[in-house]
T-cell receptor, first 115, second 111 residues
Framework: EAGVAQSPRYKIIEKRQSVAFWCNPI?????LYWYQQILGQGPKLLIQ????????DSQLPKDRFSAERLKGVDSTLKIQPAKLEDSAVYLC?????????????FGPGTRLTVT | KQEVTQIPAALSVPEGENLVLNCSFT??????LQWFRQDPGKGLTSLLL?????REQTSGRLNASLDKSSGRSTLYIAASQPGDSATYLC??????????FGKGTTLSVSS
């Protein structure tokens, strides 16, 4: 079974530039999550999708971050304009469904450096 | 608001030692608890998932316990090896939604 795919793996941009990350979840997984992991911290949820609808985006800085999941499969996360504090690893995860029995599977992450 | 704490933040042990990593959470109303491993520059690998009705789970040299009422979980690693060196993250799931993570324990096993 193929895992969660993410691209790019690394990205370096200057502040005020824009950047986009892509995620392809495990086939058949209805729930998709984007987490932000700042160095030395645990991952923090940015947004959760169930199919192509948003379940939770309460911690997404909506003035600069946006995300979409068209057709309930792939997802993109965009930052515009980027700030220095956005430097982090962005992790995508998926699960068959939200709930007790379903583990979340994580992709390798995209490491963003904002200079 | 749920908070997850992991102690210690870092741990160094010689090869062969048995060790325990600790995780505590402030709200006992959880659905499940997961332990993950993260290697430098890599994503998260799920090690063990304990449902709220369970007390422990075992996988090879790993054993995780859960005491929901006291808000604690431990990850026991038997006969540690250099390949176990990584950061171990604990996360709780409160309502079948996103995970809430601790900051992790960075383990170094020397040969």
């Amino acid at each position: 079974e193929a895992g969660v795919a993410q691209s790019p793996r690394y990205k370096i941009i200057e502040k005020r530039q824009s950047v986009a990350f892509w995620c392809n979840p495990i086939s058949g997984h209805a729930t998709l999550y984007w987490y932000q992991q700042i160095l030395g911290q645990g991952p923090k949820l940015l947004i959760q999708f169930q199919n192509n609808g948003v379940v939770d985006d309460s911690q997404l800085p909506k003035d600069r971050f946006s995300a979409e999941r068209l057709k309930g499969v792939d997802s993109t996360l965009k930052i515009q304009p980027a700030k220095l504090e956005d430097s982090a690893v962005y992790l995508c995860a998926s699960s068959f469904s939200p709930g007790v029995l379903y583990e979340q599977y994580f992709g390798p992450g995209t490491r963003l450096t904002v200079t | 608001k749920q908070e997850v704490t992991q102690i210690p933040a870092a741990l160094s042990v010689p090869e062969g030692e048995n060790l325990v990593l600790n995780c505590s959470f402030t709200d006992s109303a959880i659905y499940n608890l997961q332990w993950f491993r993260q290697d430098p520059g890599k994503g998260l690998t799920s090690l063990l998932l304990i449902q709220s009705s369970q007390r422990e789970q075992t996988s090879g040299r790993l054993n995780a316990s859960l005491d929901k009422s006291s808000g604690r979980s431990t990850l026991y690693i038997a006969a540690s090896q250099p390949g176990d060196s990584a950061t171990y993250l604990c996360a709780v799931d409160q309502a079948g939604t996103a995970l809430i993570f601790g900051k992790g324990t960075t383990l170094s096993v020397s040969s």
